[in-house]
Nanobody, 123 residues
Framework: QAQLIESGGGLVQAGDSLRLSCAAS????????MGWFRQAPGKEREFVAAITWRGDITYGLDSVKGRFTISRDNDKNTVYLHMNSLKPEDTAVYFCAADPTPYGLGPYDFDSWGQGTQVTVSL
């Protein structure tokens, strides 16, 4: 399984932006669908967005459409989550995940997970 390491979280104010990164240790990552999830305290983990090896994108939350953008750089084995106009309700631990299906186009089966990075948005 690919090891996934997230970074880029932090404490920001409402309206600020952050870019989360997820670096994979496995070169095969460049062919896998990758996703971002988040989990707020006391809530279920929820699907934020996913991207295929060729750049097909799916967003799972209406609340982030137009504010969050998922992207990837296969040469760097890295997937990103660009978050703009952050709101307090975006506060959560954000997790990166991989579906180890080479050239997969869905449906996704994410079974490799990073440790998560905390995003806290204050008023």
């Amino acid at each position: 399984q690919a090891q996934l390491i997230e970074s880029g979280g932090g404490l920001v104010q409402a309206g600020d932006s952050l870019r989360l990164s997820c670096a994979a240790s496995d070169r095969a990552f460049s062919t896998y669908p990758m996703g971002w999830f988040r989990q707020a305290p006391g809530k279920e983990r929820e699907f934020v967005a996913a991207i295929t090896w060729r750049g097909d994108i799916t967003y799972g939350l209406d609340s982030v459409k137009g504010r969050f953008t998922i992207s990837r750089d296969n040469d760097k084995n890295t997937v990103y989550l660009h978050m703009n106009s952050l709101k307090p309700e975006d506060t959560a631990v954000y997790f990166c995940a991989a579906d180890p299906t080479p050239y997969g186009l869905g449906p996704y089966d994410f079974d490799s997970w990073g440790q998560g990075t905390q995003v806290t948005v204050s008023l």
